[in-house]
């Protein structure tokens, strides 16, 4: 079964750096691509990142462009996200992805980890 | 930046047929998927590459993209179906950024 766990989540002040992690199990992590998706409080879905097998294709939403840094080490089946500079605007559940490729769908998703920003 | 829009709620009576509508410049020569969103869950996917179901997922659920709408079409709805949905793209257009659109809430009657 594939299982996806996110972690590292917490409440941080404006300005500061957070660290998620995603480990993956249940499948072959480095022959999938791996994504963050966001969801504010009440709110919809926001791709904010994604990351190729190999790392060698990443990509980000300009609202994080700049600010956060998606990696990946395949030896650890673990997915991260490097989140700097946090806004405000940042709080949200964080989820993990599977995708077939860099650009395909998100299937399965992890459960979340919340992701609070304030002073 | 690329936008896609659905209508933010649809309501259908159990037995009926929803049909949930993402709207987007020239979407059908994208690829479009389709996730559910139940309250206090993940996302799930129900529709791929437009009009495909992942395993596990009812032939209930269907869709397809043609012109600048794509649907999601939800036969013999059934009260678990109420959730939302939320159509998804990649924007070639922006360094291949994903878009989602808002999110439809289905409300089964």
């Known amino acids: 079964e594939v299982q996806l766990v996110e972690s590292g989540g917490g409440l941080v002040q404006p300005g500061r750096s957070l660290r998620l992690s995603c480990a993956a199990s249940g499948f072959t992590f480095d022959d999938y691509a791996m994504h963050w998706v966001r969801q504010a409080p009440g709110k919809g879905l926001e791709w904010v990142s994604g990351i190729s097998w190999n790392s060698g294709s990443i990509g980000y939403a300009d609202s994080v462009k700049g600010r956060f840094t998606i990696s990946r080490d395949n030896a650890k089946n673990s997915l991260y996200l490097q989140m700097n500079s946090l806004r405000a605007e940042d709080t949200a559940l964080y989820y993990c992805a599977k995708s077939w490729m860099v650009r395909g769908w998100f299937d399965p998703w992890g459960q979340g980890t919340l992701v609070t920003v304030s002073s | 930046s690329y936008v896609l829009t659905q209508p933010p709620s649809v309501s259908v009576a159990p037995g009926q047929t929803a049909r949930i509508t993402c709207g987007g410049n020239?979407?059908?020569?994208?690829?479009v998927h389709w996730y559910q969103q139940k309250p206090g869950q993940a996302p799930v996917l129900v529709v791929y590459?437009?009009?495909d179901r992942p395993s596990g997922i009812p032939e209930r659920f269907s869709g397809s993209n043609s012109g600048n709408t794509a649907t999601l079409t939800i036969s013999r709805v059934e009260a678990g179906d109420e959730a939302d949905y939320y159509c998804?793209?990649?924007?070639?257009?922006?360094?291949?950024?994903?878009?989602f659109g808002g999110g439809t809430k289905l409300t089964v009657l």
């Open positions: 998804q793209v990649w924007d070639s257009s922006s360094d291949h950024q994903g878009v």
């Open positions: 020239n979407i059908g020569s994208k690829s």
């Open positions: 590459d437009d009009s």
